[in-house]
Structures are given as structure tokens and as C-alpha cells.
């Protein structure tokens, strides 16, 4: 029997502090509606994420406030940077998170953008609930209690 190759996901973009921010309830892999030039433009490795969400609206759902430079190579076919892009999910994702953001109030957050193996851009998306600044506290508490006592444990032997 051959083994099978695991191939890697080339990630563009992270957003860091939707984590810090957020309470990431689940993850969806969704794809993202773009042209050409904004495709040049991921593989080069410059867009940001950090300040965008997505929404739903008229039964779709938009990623909104991303940042895709410009390609500088396409001339008069470039695209605008922060433009709002469709995002690709099924119909019943698409009624499931709409329900999700409004009775519930969570927010759909994107957490990374990445090319697939086949090099499909594709969307990691988060269904989060805010962290209040309490929240945010605990957590750095908590990290740093679980990286002091790493260094304890490791020193002890």
C-alpha cells in the first residue's frame, strides 16, 4: 500500500486576535467569491483579515472590510482593496447562521484565509460570542499560570 501524502494548506492570512476577542464557539470552511487580481494578490501573502467580519444579508452572507492590496500587475482590471466579497456556503449553512447572528447575537468572524491543496482560496469562519473585558482578563490569567507551570514542571525534572 503507497501512503498518502498530507498536503499543507498555504496560509495567507491569520487573524490573531479573534481569539483574544472572541469566544470561538465553531468553525466553518466556506470559499470566497474573487477576481483574478485578488487571487495574484493572496498568493503574494499581503492581506489582512484583522479588521473585517462577515454578515448576512438577503439570504447571502458578505465578507466585509478585508484588506486585499492591489495587484500591481493588472493595470486598469485591479480590483478595489477593501471591496465587500460573497462568500460560498449551501443555502442551509447560509439560514443556520443568519438565525445564529440574530436571535443569538453572535458574530461571524473570519479566522484565516488560506489556499487548499487543490489552491482553492478558501475561509475559515468563526461563529463567536464577545468577550466582555473580564473575560479577557481570566484568559491571560489562565495562559500564563499554564505557561509558568510548564517552566515549573520542566525544571523539576
Known amino acids: 500500500m503507497a501512503k498518502k501524502k498530507v498536503a499543507e494548506q498555504k496560509i495567507v492570512a491569520d487573524n490573531r486576535k479573534a481569539r483574544h476577542n472572541y469566544f470561538i464557539e465553531s468553525t466553518l470552511e466556506a470559499g470566497i ?49 477593501r471591496r465587500i466579497r460573497k462568500i460560498l456556503v449551501h443555502g442551509a449553512e447560509v439560514r443556520r447562521l443568519s438565525q445564529a447572528v440574530q436571535r443569538e447575537g453572535l458574530t461571524l468572524i473570519p479566522l484565516k484565509v488560506y489556499f487548499n491543496p487543490r489552491g482553492i482560496a478558501k475561509l475559515e469562519l468563526g461563529i463567536a460570542k464577545g468577550k466582555k473585558l ?21 525544571d523539576k525534572g
Not at 56 to 66: P, T
Not at 137 to 154: I, Q, V
Open 33 to 81: 467569491m474573487l477576481m483574478g487580481s485578488e487571487v495574484k494578490s493572496l498568493r503574494s501573502g499581503k492581506a489582512t483579515i484583522a479588521e473585517s467580519y462577515a454578515q448576512a444579508k438577503d439570504g447571502e452572507i458578505f465578507l466585509v472590510n478585508a484588506y486585499i492590496p492591489e495587484y500591481t500587475m493588472a493595470n486598469r482590471f485591479n480590483h478595489e482593496p
Open 134 to 154: 473580564h473575560d479577557k482578563r481570566a484568559t491571560d490569567k489562565e495562559r500564563s499560570w499554564e505557561r509558568d507551570r510548564g517552566r515549573l514542571m520542566r
